[in-house]
């Protein structure tokens, strides 16, 4: 079968997925959805007991269907192996009998990112040799931390790509800092941006629309393209792991092959449960989605009501990769909520822009795919306390969203099905809050603590961050948004004097 693209803002667009890989956003301003994901089906039964790389391939080749065989080959084989995972088997599933976490924070830069940050950059390289792409790629990301550093260590010293990262001014992490201050590669540059996350991210995509590149005469050598989780190449590998803990879960005899499970899903962009929403499109036997936030709770209220409303405070909480008031993938399901209606999907995208709000219709069947709840700080902290007392098990801040909302859907709906949770980041990324929550010294600074979090935990710091105080440290350049269009020029300028 052949997939093709179209846009979530005009059906009329039809892409190849080499197209939409490297366009990352439709010139329209959607977001690229495949024409026949009713058609996609995977045998899930058949992916039992087979390794990451296996499920892998078979997913990417369906989604990616104008890529040849030995591309797929090539981008899984580089991404999904020992140099870039802590373990063989990538992922592992931690059984809690009633529940199992998948931990996703295996890779390189501690953080669920790396999924699909480490085979990007080679369904890039692939997608240019499918279009002849000779121009060099110049990837431009806004992050709220995560992304970040994920896409620097993925794209770092890739041939015939530079990469550039906008993160919000003290809007993440001492140690996210610290990962993206001691970033390695020759093609790699970060920048702090006063403002919060939607700031950066809508500065960035005002950038993608303005055509930037070609206005400034650099069309002929660059092109801009995204590491955002819009791009598909960020999206479609996600879809993976849901199928892989699934597999992980009939293994261990949590489950019977055939049975129902649950996902819950720590929410900000929408990318991580998105995908979980397509492996259910494609025959996972998934029965609730359990969108998790934190106290930026714009999702549990359009779940709930189904309207969507993005006029109020915006937290900075302990939380900070799910700091998000505008979840750019939500379009990719308001698409399917509309019945793939493009007008539609454009008009309620066009009241969001203008008046931060739009309303669905809340009986449409899709919202009985999802629950979603959220937890304030205090409930971060309480449950990561929680756990650690009666399971010894040591969890981030936003897998402890996850646990809250959990807890919560338990509690209301009585539901009984295995339930998986994914666990999206390493405690040791936000040691300083996980200490307070655990009511241990929260004056130590973002070294310090990490190691205390080792001593009082008795878990050995991950390889990735084992010394990062010794690494070379860069100086942190903060600049405004006005200036990020002037801070792409001179990078590109800078580059020509290099060549
Ligand atoms: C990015 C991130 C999330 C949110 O994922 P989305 O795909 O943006 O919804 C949650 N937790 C962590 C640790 C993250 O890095």
Do not use: W
């Not at 649950?262 to 900000?268: A, K, S």
């Amino acid at each position: 079968m052949h997939t093709q693209y179209t846009s979530t803002r005009n059906n009329a667009v039809n892409y190849s997925a080499s197209q939409c890989v490297i366009k990352g956003l439709s010139d329209d301003g959607g977001l690229f959805v495949p024409c026949n994901l009713s058609e996609i089906k995977f045998d899930y039964k058949e992916f039992i007991g087979k390794s990451y790389g296996y499920i892998a391939k078979q997913i990417l080749k369906a989604f990616f269907s104008d890529f040849t065989n030995n591309q797929i080959e090539y981008a899984v084989d580089s991404a999904y192996n020992i140099n870039n995972f802590e373990t063989k088997e990538i992922f592992t599933l931690k059984n809690f009998s009633k529940y199992g976490v998948l931990e996703l924070f295996r890779g390189k830069t501690l953080a669920f990112k790396d999924a699909a940050l480490s085979v990007m950059p080679y369904l890039m390289q692939c997608a240019k040799e499918n279009m002849n792409e000779k121009r060099e790629t110049f990837i431009l990301t806004a992050t709220s931390g995560d992304t970040g550093k994920a896409a620097l260590e993925g794209f770092k010293d890739v041939e015939g790509i530079k990469i550039l990262v906008f993160y919000p001014y003290k809007g993440v992490s001492e140690l996210q800092l610290l990962q993206m201050l001691t970033q390695e590669g020759k093609n790699t540059y970060s920048f702090a941006v006063e403002g919060n996350f939607d700031d950066v991210q809508t500065a960035v995509k005002n950038i993608f629309t303005a055509s930037l590149l070609q206005k400034e005469g650099y069309g002929d050598k660059f092109f801009l393209s995204s590491a955002n989780s819009i791009n598909i190449s960020r999206l479609i590998p996600q879809i993976v792991y849901y199928y892989y803990a699934y597999s992980k879960a009939v293994l261990n005899e949590s489950i019977k092959a055939g049975d129902e499970i649950n996902f819950v899903v720590p929410t900000g962009n929408f990318g991580n449960i998105l995908a979980g929403y397509y492996a259910k499109k494609t025959g996972l036997p998934i029965k609730k989605l359990i969108c998790a936030s934190n106290k930026n709770n714009v999702l549990t209220d359009y779940f709930n009501t189904g309207c969507y409303n993005k006029n109020r405070p915006f937290y900075k909480t302990i939380a900070p990769s799910m700091d998000i008031l505008i979840s750019s993938n939500l379009e990719r399901l308001v698409y399917e909520t509309e019945a793939r209606c493009d007008k539609k999907t454009s008009e309620l995208m066009g009241q969001l822009s203008l008046q931060g709000i739009f309303e669905n219709n809340i009986h449409n069947h899709i919202f009985d795919d999802f629950y979603a709840d959220y937890a304030t700080e205090d409930d971060i902290k309480q449950t990561i306390k929680d756990t650690y007392k009666k399971n010894s098990y040591l969890i981030d801040p936003h897998t402890a969203c996850a646990f809250k909302a959990y807890n919560s859907y338990i509690t209301q709906t009585k539901d009984n099905t295995y339930t998986v949770i994914l666990s999206t980041a390493s405690p040791f990324k936000f040691s300083k809050d996980v200490l307070s929550a655990l009511g241990d010294d929260d004056s130590l600074d973002g070294i310090k603590s990490l190691y205390r979090l080792s001593e009082l935990t008795a878990i050995k710091l991950p390889k990735a961050i084992n010394g990062i105080e010794n690494r070379h440290k860069k100086e942190e350049t903060v600049i405004t948004p006005e200036k990020m269009s002037e801070t792409v020029i001179s990078i590109l300028k800078d580059g020509e004097k290099d060549a």
